[in-house]
């Protein structure tokens, strides 16, 4: 369908219709003193189709917030946004709630929105991606640690031993 908008030509683009079945899952979440839902949709390949947070207090300003967030995202989804724009915007944004939450995967988020970019990482995004974006499981983490920690100390071993080598110096002029 064609429009025309001060002499320019636009054409509209429709997005695919979500299928009249999809399966989900619902879990349940505190972030700090904030309780919610969060409900991913997924298509029959397993990709998010629809992404759904609800907050406790139904009426609250958070609540109104995140069923807006809830409706950009699964839009953006239907139009084909990848995740991991989703994933970049929401990791480490700050706002309260915030604080420590039941999920063992995630012991703390900045905010409700780190949560949720947090776990839908977790759940659809592969390993590089997250080790981007700096979200990873506990077992991930504490083997990039023990990785880490190797390379680390032999980087300090080279840097010690430089600092322990003898340094030639000329006679002192004046």
């Known amino acids: 369908m064609a429009r025309t908008h001060r002499g320019t030509e636009h054409v509209a683009q429709v997005p695919p219709r979500a299928p009249r079945r ?12 904030g309780k919610g839902y969060l409900t991913v949709a997924c298509t029959e390949d ?3 189709a629809a992404v759904t947070i609800f907050m406790a207090k139904q009426g609250s300003t958070l609540a109104g917030l995140m069923d807006g967030f809830s409706t950009t995202i699964t839009q953006g989804l239907r139009h084909q946004v990848p995740l991991e724009v989703f994933v970049r915007e929401y990791v480490s944004m700050r706002f309260e709630p915030a604080g420590m939450t039941n999920d063992p995967e995630i012991k703390h988020a900045s905010s409700v929105l780190d949560y949720v970019g ?6 659809f995004l592969p390993y590089e991606t997250r080790v981007e974006f700096g979200v990873l499981t506990a077992d991930e ?3 990039k640690e023990l990785q880490d920690n190797v390379g680390d100390a032999a980087w300090a071993d080279m840097i010690g031993m430089a600092m322990s080598a003898p340094t030639v110096t000329g006679p002192r002029q004046g």
């Open 46 to 48: 397993g990709r998010p």
């Open 141 to 143: 983490r504490a083997a």
């Open 22 to 33: 999809l399966t989900s899952t619902t879990r349940s979440f505190t972030v700090g003193e």
């Open 118 to 123: 947090r776990r839908l990482a977790l759940d």
